[in-house]
């Protein structure tokens, strides 16, 4: 139940992430599910680390954003020149 948690989780935090970083990609739905999933988990992980908030509080969604624009702008640089046939 906790891996489904994630993926809805993974897919708001993705969704709001490319409303904060609109453009192309070239990664589909699966891909904003993934870079939101591991955002989340990268910003969660970070922001718990280093003592800003404990697990269940509202600050924790805004790290999980903040970690998956860091992710979603880093895949943007690592294949800038990716294009949808």
């Known amino acids: 139940m906790d891996i489904l948690l994630w993926i809805v989780f993974g897919l708001v935090v993705g969704i ?3 409303f904060i970083m609109p453009g ?3 990664g589909g739905i699966i891909l904003t599910i993934v870079l939101g ?3 989340a988990m990268l910003g969660g992980w970070v ?3 280093l003592g800003l908030y404990s697990e269940g509080e509202a600050a924790g969604f805004l790290m999980a ?4 624009v860091i992710v979603l702008a880093l895949y943007r640089l690592v ?3 990716r294009t949808r046939v």
């Open 79 to 81: 294949l800038p020149g």
């Open 16 to 18: 709001v992430a490319k």
């Open 24 to 26: 192309h990609d070239p």
């Open 65 to 68: 954003v903040v970690g998956a």
């Open 37 to 39: 999933i591991v955002g």
């Open 47 to 49: 922001g718990r680390a």
